[in-house]
Every structure is written in structure tokens, then in C-alpha cells.
């Protein structure tokens, strides 16, 4: 006759990762979740769709990606049936991998904090 | 006659992190820069006008801060000549203390990744 369990509450932490050059943004979550749309469908337009977002909107992205680094990010094939296509260069693949180790580091960092600050936080209803 | 060295860099990262109660944002840098100077000048008020923002939206966010937490973040005693004071409770302390240090934690993580993204960037001038 005990109550069930509760259920195991979802993380309430949300880490974001910004990288800047100068005052411009050169990648941030969105911009990743870009790219990696990109590789697995080497189409930019339907990558785009995928977020829900224009092809100008992700071609703009793109160039601004391209323009913080060193040397572009992405090979992009304007142009064509499927509205051009993108391929990350080996330096697109670099950055991608560390953005993605620095996210997994710092959130590694914060697992045993994470859990004492859940741990003050009101419980909520599942479905709210 | 060689150039003058160019200035270092100003840390090309930005790590934000949020706290969430359910589907509510509960603290996040915003909230935990209130809070902060809340505890400075001990007015509601003050510290809203010190960020920029409407008495009504700091008193908002304090509300929901609040409300997220076990207990109370903040004693609050409204009105009076200053607009209400606040201070922090000892569960508020707690919160504040461990969301600095989550802070640092995941910062000291990816201080070796974030000098290789640094290298990766291309150099902006100081002024950009």
C-alpha cells in the first residue's frame, strides 16, 4: 500500500557554451546543432529545415562560422537542385570535436554540484 | 623597429548556466547577478536600478526564484520609504555559494580546450 516511487527528475541544469571572436559570435549550441545536421545530410537547405530555420538564416550562419576561424569550417558547394551543399573541412571537424569535449568537461565538472542543487529545488510535477 | 606585441586575448568564452524547476528557468546569471546585489545594498529597488530593469520585473524574478526553491531564497519585507528590502535566507546563501562554484568548476574544465579553440580563431583586432 506505499506510494510509488517518483519518478527520477530530468536534469535541471542547462550548460551553454559560447565561443566568441571579438564581438562577434562564432559558435554557440545552435550553431553546432547546425553543423552537425550539415554532415549528416551534406545539404544546407535541409539542414535548415531540420531547425526549422531559412536557408539565408543557416547560409548567413555558415559564413559567419567560416569568417572566425582561421580557415572555413565548412566547403560549401552553392547552387544546384538540392540548393547547395557543405562538407566540414578538417579544421570544421577540429572545432565540432572540441566544442563537444569542452560541453562533456565542464558538465563532468558540475555532476556532484548538479545534484546537491537539485536536491534544493522544489519538486515538480512530471507533467509540468 | 618590431612591432609592438599584440594585446592577449580576451577569453573567447562564455559558459552560462541555468537552473531549472520543471519547465521554470530557477536561477541563471541574470537571477544570480540580482541576487548579488540584492545582498550589496539590501534594496529591491537599488539593485533592479542598477541592472536596468523595472522594480515589477526584479520583484517578478524573485517570486520565481522563491517559488522554485525548497524555501525561500530571499526575506523580503515590502514597502517603506526604499521600495522593500530583501536579504538572503541561509538556503539562500547555499544556492548562491554552489551556483558560483558549478560555475568555476566547469570553467577550470575546459581552460586547456579553451586555448586551443583560442588558436583556432582567427586574431580580431582589439577594437572589433
Given amino acids: 500500500m506505499s506510494e510509488p516511487p517518483p519518478p ?7 550548460l551553454r ?23 549528416g545530410t551534406e545539404s544546407i537547405a535541409q539542414a535548415a529545415r531540420d531547425m526549422g530555420m531559412s536557408y539565408m538564416k543557416a547560409w548567413k550562419l555558415i559564413q559567419s562560422m567560416n569568417r572566425c ?5 565548412l566547403e560549401v558547394h552553392r547552387g544546384g537542385k538540392s ?3 557543405a562538407r566540414l573541412t578538417p579544421l570544421g571537424r577540429q572545432v565540432l570535436s572540441l566544442y563537444r569535449q569542452m ?9 556532484l ?12 510535477d512530471p507533467g509540468e
Avoid at 527520477?8 to 542547462?14: G, H, N, V
Avoid at 548538479?114 to 522544489?122: F, H
Fill in 69 to 73: 576561424f582561421l580557415s572555413p569550417l
Fill in 17 to 39: 557554451l559560447r565561443i566568441y571572436c571579438g564581438q562577434e559570435a562564432a559558435l554557440g549550441p545552435g550553431r553546432v546543432d547546425l553543423l552537425e545536421r550539415i554532415v
Fill in 8 to 14: 527520477a527528475p530530468a536534469s535541471p541544469l542547462q
Fill in 113 to 124: 554540484s548538479e545534484g546537491k542543487m537539485a536536491a534544493l529545488l522544489r519538486p515538480t
Fill in 103 to 111: 560541453e562533456q568537461d565542464s558538465l563532468a565538472a558540475v555532476r
Fill in 83 to 85: 540548393g547547395g551543399t
